[in-house]
């Protein structure tokens, strides 16, 4: 069975920093981009950052930029998303998400998702 298991969201003030994880696992994990996604209330799902399944390159979205970093471990078949610098307007559910090869393209497996949520 497919999984991709998100933890590490919460609460936390605004300018806090939150990691979030993501657990793969019924793939072969190295064969995949992974992806970052959050949709806040009333809103549709934003992709934020994509990790090459080589580790090679990833993209980020210029609402991220310099703020969060992407990384992945391989061994442990986990991705991770450092926030730092957060606002309220982070406030979202977050989702990681696989996609077969080199880059993210489209989106093969989706995480349940993990809720953060920024205060003022």
């Known amino acids: 069975e497919v999984q991709l298991v998100e933890s590490g969201g919460g609460l936390v003030q605004a300018g806090g920093s939150l990691r979030l994880s993501c657990a793969a696992s019924?793939?072969?994990?190295?064969?995949?981009?992974i992806g970052w996604f959050r949709q806040a209330p009333g809103k549709g799902r934003e992709g934020l950052l994509c990790?090459?399944?080589?580790?090679?390159?990833?993209y980020h979205t210029d609402s991220v930029k310099g703020r969060f970093t992407i990384s992945r471990d391989n061994a442990k078949k986990t991705v991770y998303l450092q926030m730092n610098s957060l606002k309220p307007e982070d406030t979202a559910v977050y989702y990681c998400?696989?996609?077969?090869?080199?880059?993210?393209?489209?989106?093969?497996?989706w995480g349940q998702g993990t809720q953060v949520t920024v205060s003022s």
């Open positions: 998400a696989a996609q077969y090869g080199n880059w993210c393209t489209g989106v093969d497996y």
């Open positions: 019924g793939f072969t994990f190295v064969d995949y981009a």
């Open positions: 990790i090459s399944k080589s580790d090679g390159g990833v």
